[in-house]
């Protein structure tokens, strides 16, 4: 993955100020900023979902498993 430094995200920004203007730059950069924040709250919001979801996956394992030792332990007493 290609790493930006310092002096590409200064040519990025001159350019950007010389094609939106600086009146419009400030404008941008705010969209911008409010378009990534409604990025990162979706993904943290599918995250929370994923985790959620495996916790439920594992409540509902450990169930089965306790109900499997019942089982078990009723033959073996049946058994006897």
Same mark, same amino acid.
């Given at each position: 993955? !290609?790493? +930006?430094g310092w002096l590409e995200i200064l040519?990025?920004?001159? /350019?950007?100020?010389?094609?939106?203007? !600086?009146?419009?730059? !400030?404008?941008?950069?705010?969209?911008?900023? =409010?378009?990534?924040?409604?990025?990162? &709250?979706?993904?943290?919001?599918?995250?929370? $979902?994923? &985790? =959620?979801?495996? $916790?439920? +996956?594992d409540i509902e394992k450990d169930i /089965?498993?306790?109900? #499997? &030792?019942?089982?078990?332990?009723?033959? #073996?007493? #049946? &058994?006897?």
């Open positions: 993955m !290609p790493q +930006i040519a990025i920004v001159i /350019i950007a100020i010389l094609v939106l203007g !600086p009146k419009e730059f !400030p404008v941008a950069l705010k969209k911008i900023g =409010s378009y990534f924040q409604k990025f990162k &709250n979706t993904l943290s919001n599918f995250q929370r $979902e994923l &985790n =959620s979801v495996n $916790e439920n +996956i /089965i498993k306790q109900k #499997d &030792n019942v089982k078990k332990e009723n033959k #073996d007493k #049946d &058994n006897e």
